[in-house]
C-alpha cells in the first residue's frame, strides 16, 4: 500500500466529513484548497473516491447496518464507507482493509476504533461484493425526490435516479476547424469521451481547439444561434463554456458574473483558445446597457447536475429553493429591460424543477405584453420533438439519451422582443 494512495484516501474521507457533516459542496471544498498538498494523481484519485462514495452511499449504508450496533463517529462512518464502496467495485480487500484501519489507527481522536473498522470491513469483504449489485439503485432523498416525482412521475424519477448512479461521462464543445480526440460525435454536436483520462493531456486542448462542456450545456447557445458582430451578453457566465461558444460564433461578447474567482477561469479558457470577451466582475442586476441577444442561464438549485455532482442532495436541503426562484424572476425581469427591441434571450437552467424553468417562463410572458416564445429556435439537430414543452421551451433530463450515457438536466426557453 503506497503512501499516496492512503493519503488519497484520507482527503477522500475528509471530503465526506465535509459534505456529509458540514453540509459543503465539493467544488467549495476544492476552492478552498483541501486537496492543493497532493500530487496531481493523487487529488484526481481522493476526487473520484469521493464522488464514488457518495454515488453508493444508501448501499453502502445497508450493508454496514448488518454489522453495526450503533452509527459510529462520522469520521469513522465514512472510513467504513469508503472502503465498502472499493471492496464492492473490485478492490484487493487486503490493500483496502489495511488502509482504512491505519488511517483511523492514526487518529487520536478515534484510533481505538481500528479494530472495529479491521472486523466490519473484512465481513463486507467477504458478502458484500455479491450483495452490491442486486441491491436497489439509490435513491435521492426525499426533499428532492417528492416534488420530482410530483412533476415527472415516479417512473421518470427512478429512470434519473438510475442515470445519477452510473455518473457522467466526458463531454467537449470542439471550436469551428479544431482537431477532435477520439470519441462519439452526439445527435446535437458534442463530442462524447467514454474514457478521458487527463483532460489536458488529451489531442488539441492545449492547441485551445475545445473545451469541457456537458453536451445539455451547449443547448443554450446553439439555441440563442449568435450572429457575428452581434452584441451579445453572457449573464452568470462562469465558468464560461457559453462564452467561448458565443466568441467562437463571431459574436460581441460580454460576459459578467458576480464571482471573480469564477472568472478566473473564463479568462484562462479564453486565453488557452484564442477567444476574445470583454470579461466584467459584477451582480448581474447592476449591469446596464443594450444588447442584441443575452443569454441568462441563471442561478438554481443545480439539481439537474447531480449525475455530475452527487455531493449535491448531501450538501443541500432545499431550503433555498424560494430564494433562487424569487432571483430568477428578478433577474429575467432585468435582462429583458437590457435586449433591444427585435432582439431575443434565452433564459436558462440547470434544474430539473419546472418552478426554475416551466413556470419562470410562464409567468414572464404573462407579465411582459412585448415578449414572445420561439419555438423555431428549439429546431436545431438532434433536439427530439418530445423534449418541447407545453409553454414552448425545451426540458432536458439525466435518463435522457440513456443509451448513450445521459445528459444534464436543463431547461432552455428562447424569448423574442417586439421591434
Known sequence: MSNSATAARRSAIY????????????????????????????????????????????????????????????????????????????????????????????????????????????????????????????????????????????????????????????????????????????????????????????????????????????????????????????????????TLQLAAAGADVTALDISEARLARVHDNLQRTGLKATVIAADALDHHGQYDAILLDAPCSATGTIRRHPDLPFAKDGSEFGGLIALQAQMLAHAWSLLKPGGRLVYCTCSLLPDEGEVQVEEALAQHPDMQINRAALDIAGVERDWVTQEGGLRLRPDYWSGKGGMDGFYIACLNKSA
Open 15 to 242: 471530503l465526506l466529513d465535509q459534505i456529509l457533516g458540514e453540509g459543503r459542496l465539493l467544488p467549495e471544498c476544492l476552492a478552498a484548497g483541501a486537496l492543493d498538498r497532493l500530487a496531481p494523481e493523487d487529488r484526481a484519485r481522493a476526487q473520484r473516491l469521493t464522488i464514488e462514495t457518495l454515488r453508493g452511499l444508501e448501499r453502502a449504508d445497508r450493508l454496514l447496518a448488518d454489522h453495526l450496533r450503533q452509527t459510529p463517529a462520522l469520521t469513522v462512518h465514512n472510513a467504513l464507507r469508503l472502503g465498502t464502496v472499493e471492496l464492492c467495485q473490485g478492490e484487493a480487500a487486503h490493500g483496502v482493509v489495511n488502509a482504512m484501519v491505519e488511517i483511523v489507527g492514526r487518529s487520536r481522536k478515534h484510533g481505538r476504533l481500528k479494530g472495529l473498522v479491521n472486523a466490519v470491513l473484512r465481513k463486507i469483504a467477504a458478502d458484500g461484493p455479491d450483495a452490491w449489485p442486486k441491491m436497489r439503485v439509490p435513491r435521492l432523498p426525499d426533499w428532492l425526490r417528492d416534488p420530482l416525482i410530483m412533476a415527472w412521475g415516479q417512473e421518470a424519477v427512478k429512470s434519473m435516479e438510475q442515470a445519477h448512479f452510473l455518473g457522467a461521462p466526458l463531454d467537449i464543445t470542439l471550436k469551428p476547424g479544431a482537431e477532435s480526440p477520439d470519441g462519439t460525435n452526439l445527435p446535437t454536436g458534442s463530442v462524447r469521451l467514454q474514457e478521458a483520462g487527463q483532460v489536458s493531456a488529451l489531442p488539441g486542448y492545449k492547441a485551445g481547439g475545445w473545451w469541457v462542456q456537458d453536451a445539455a450545456a451547449a443547448l443554450p447557445v446553439q439555441v440563442l444561434a449568435p450572429k457575428p458582430g452581434e452584441k451579445v451578453l453572457d449573464l452568470c457566465a462562469a465558468p464560461g463554456g457559453k
